[in-house]
């Protein structure tokens, strides 16, 4: 799930990019508003957490436009705007979720979930590829029925093969689905998930296809 933050306090930023990296997000920071708008025009974002006071373009407006560009990403404001009136402007402009600075961490990390198990439902609510099942509302995986614990970057590695189980990823399609902008990814970063998720849910079930990348074995 890769989301992205538009938020121009960088003591904010920094906290809510921590707490979602450590949880398995891939985020991504603008600080402006011109700046989430040319980062809401590439429409890769599962989801967006939007300040509404921003430099260059207000939150609602680069909100407004969004939606009427067909924008359907869920989106959670975050801002000290805490009158009611503030918040019904935000809502009707399209927000899915409203939550006043200064925030519990926890609580956000909470509504996130929220919002994406109502998204994910509306698709499709769990991945099967054959003895696996990847539940990503309930951000669990089995194998052959029994419960496998992964660590959020392993999880969210076995969600992007197992999305696409027919495609070969290179490593910097994987980075990307794993990382967001400006984190230090080393050059051996992926193999070592790989290794990691072999060890999890058996070494023949994450192919690698030499020179190119990696893909979930074939079924049938």
């Known amino acids: 799930m890769r989301l ?57 407006d680069v909100l407004n436009a969004y939606r009427r560009n067909g924008g359907a990403a869920p989106v959670i404001i975050l801002t000290a705007r805490d009158a009611i009136d503030e918040r019904i402007r935000g809502l009707d402009a399209g927000a899915d979720d409203y939550l006043v600075k200064p925030f519990d961490l926890d609580e956000l990390a909470a509504r996130i979930r929220a919002l994406l198990r109502r998204r994910t439902g509306q698709k499709q609510p769990v991945y099967t590829h054959g003895e696996l099942a990847l539940d990503p509302a309930a951000h669990e995986v089995t194998l052959n029925g029994a419960p496998v614990a992964l660590v959020p970057r392993e999880f969210a590695l076995l969600q ?32 070592v998930h790989v290794h990691s998720l072999r060890r999890k849910i058996g070494a023949e079930q994450v192919v690698t296809v030499r020179g190119v990348g990696y893909r979930l074995k074939r079924c049938g």
């Not at 960088?10 to 991504?28: K, W």
């Not at 999305?163 to 794993?178: A, N, Q, W, Y």
């Open 4 to 60: 992205l933050l538009v938020e121009d306090d960088e003591m904010i930023a920094e906290s809510v990019l921590g707490a979602m990296r450590r949880a398995g997000y891939a985020i991504d920071w603008a600080e402006d508003g011109r700046a989430a708008e040319l980062s809401l025009d590439n429409d890769v974002y599962d989801l967006v957490l939007l300040d509404l006071g921003l430099p260059k373009k207000d939150g609602i």
């Open 160 to 191: 992007a093969l197992i999305e696409e189980p027919t495609r070969v990823f290179t490593k910097t399609e994987l980075e990307e689905k794993l990382y967001g902008w400006g984190e230090e990814v080393g050059s051996n970063t992926i193999e």
